[in-house]
């Protein structure tokens, strides 16, 4: 009888089963499709599409709650054969700002805080992803998903406004006024949100913070504008108007195209107007920046 140990006992062999699997040989995606799909990702996160149930309510009630006052316009407006729109393009965002200013504390977080507190930032840029194209993915979904909120009723008072036969250019260039200025809101919003959030981890802290952002300092402008006005101390009130999200995006609209002011106290003149410009420019460009440093720390711890 032989050992195990003798050498004309052949030794177990292992045995490799082929079950089917097949290695990936399509064509692989570059950047950009990668970037493209991370943006319309983040778009229906933003909206609850792709998340659970409990995720749809909050942002699909706030689109309601923001289209139900321009349907209530419009149909006053018709059946009342009025000859103009009963509140104008450009002040439809500054009256709804507690609407817009919930979804933005809502959702920025949710886009924001939860892939660098999980740190599930890191297998986004495991894959052929540059740490600044996810900032600005990032930023370009949470503007896209506030500028759909800004732009519906908008597009509910021209549709109103063409089937009461207003004057077709004029609503058509009221609304295109609008349109741009909400545009701009909605980067200003967005970066603004998304820099906040970036800054703390905690989705509580970061809700807490985009609120006090966006509504007290709103609080606190109108506040120190109506006192001025009161005073006559205009330019006050217009420079105080650059602390303000809402405020500065009314008072450059109102600059550019000889808006219909939401503010007491709206820039007047070329200098101020200029100033508004460059504020803009400056919170963008600045958000941003920042935004680029605080991922370049978090990918390096």
């Not at 509504?215 to 109506?226: F, H, K």
Request: with cysteine; charged share 10%.
């Amino acid at each position: 009888m032989s050992s195990p140990s003798d050498p004309r006992v052949a030794p177990p062999r292992g045995v490799i089963h082929d079950i089917g699997y097949r290695p990936y040989a399509g064509p692989r995606l570059g950047e950009g499709q990668v970037a493209f799909s991370l943006f319309l990702t983040g778009l229906r996160n933003c909206f609850g599409l792709g998340r659970s149930g409990k995720s749809k309510v909050l942002p699909l009630l706030l689109l309601v709650l923001m289209v139900l006052p321009a349907l209530i316009l419009v149909a006053v407006m018709v059946q009342l054969k009025m000859d103009q729109q009963l509140l104008p393009y450009a002040r439809y965002a500054m009256v709804t700002q507690l609407l817009v200013s919930v979804f933005v504390a809502a959702q920025a977080p949710a886009l924001i805080s939860r892939d660098l507190r999980f740190r599930t930032i890191t297998l986004y840029l495991a894959r052929p992803l540059r740490r600044s194209t996810y900032v600005l993915v990032r930023l370009a979904s949470l503007t896209a998903a506030v500028f759909i909120l800004l732009v519906a009723p908008l597009l509910v008072l021209l549709l109103g406004g063409l089937l009461a036969d207003l004057s077709v250019w004029g609503q058509v260039r009221g609304f295109l006024e609008a349109t741009a200025a909400v545009l701009v809101l909605a980067a200003v919003l967005a970066c603004l949100s998304a820099l906040v959030s970036a800054v703390t981890t905690k989705r509580g802290i970061a809700v807490a913070a985009v609120i006090v952002v966006l509504l007290v300092s709103y609080t606190v402008v109108s506040a120190i504008q109506g006192i001025s006005v009161d005073q006559g101390n205009d330019t006050l009130g217009q420079a105080v108007g650059l602390f303000c999200p809402f405020t500065l995006i009314d008072g450059l609209q109102h600059w550019v195209f000889n808006a219909p002011p939401s503010t007491p106290a709206p820039p007047e003149g070329t200098g101020i107007g200029v100033v508004f410009l460059i504020v803009t420019v400056l919170v963008l460009a600045g958000s941003v920046t920042a935004m680029l440093l605080r991922y370049r720390k978090a990918v390096s711890v």
